[in-house]
T-cell receptor, first 111, second 115 residues
């Protein structure tokens, strides 16, 4: 089983819609999580950090379910500019801070 | 944005030639990482560094070596380039291994084509 699994999508949604992605992880030792967004042919950029049960930042909400080992990202009122690939990243801690990236979920917001 | 630059941005090279990619940071961060990104595989860790002259292998290190002689520079060398090393290479930096500042900041990437 992969360490991180994400539905690759694409998720095609109209502007203004609410969309949610799930990410499952296999290592229960994950201490915290990140969501990164990556625009086409660009570098990943940190979107949110999740340390406990969840986090909210404006239209974005991340929720963590440790019992079922998944983390979700909810985007409300989708904008065209939200179109990107969203990468789920568990952090296992440790002295070297190596991060394992999922392959990402592609979101396409349609006008 | 964090000061991290990669060079070159694009490179085409021939099979069998050595290639060196450079990652330069102005943030004085301790941790530096090299990843490659390929369709269907996502980002995969090649090598990383946790201090000057302290480096270790990631999951796809075969055919690659690294050096870090000073805090600001982390070099990735393809010893003898092969077509399978055609990829986009990203460098990342991290201030710490725990706490609120351990997320990565990425460089803009190097697009390498081996012909």
């Amino acid at each position: 089983r992969k360490e991180v699994e994400q539905d690759p999508g694409p998720f095609n949604v109209p502007e203004g819609a609410t969309v949610a992605f799930n990410c499952t992880y296999s290592n229960s030792a994950s201490q915290s999580f990140f969501w990164y967004r990556q625009d086409c042919r660009k570098e990943p950029k940190l979107l949110m950090s999740v340390y406990s049960s969840g986090n909210e930042d404006g239209r974005f909400t991340a929720q963590l379910n440790r019992a079922s080992q998944y983390i979700s990202l909810l985007i409300r009122d989708s904008k065209l500019s939200d179109s990107a690939t969203y990468l789920c990243v568990p952090n296992y801690g440790g002295a070297t801070n190596k991060l394992i990236f999922g392959t990402g979920t592609l979101l396409a917001v349609q006008p | 944005d964090a000061g991290i630059t990669q060079s070159p941005r694009h490179k085409v090279t021939e099979t069998g030639t050595p290639v060196t990619l450079r990652c330069h940071q102005t943030e004085n961060h301790r941790y530096m990482y090299w990843y490659r990104q390929d369709p269907g595989h996502g980002l995969r860790l090649i090598h990383y560094s946790y201090g000057v002259k302290d480096t270790d292998k990631g999951e796809v290190s075969d055919g690659y070596s690294v050096s870090r002689s000073k805090t600001e520079d982390f070099l990735l060398t393809l010893e003898s380039a092969t077509s399978s090393q055609t990829s986009v290479y990203f460098c990342a930096i991290s201030e710490s291994a725990s706490g609120p500042n351990y997320g990565y900041t990425f460089g803009s990437g190097t697009r390498l084509t081996v012909v």
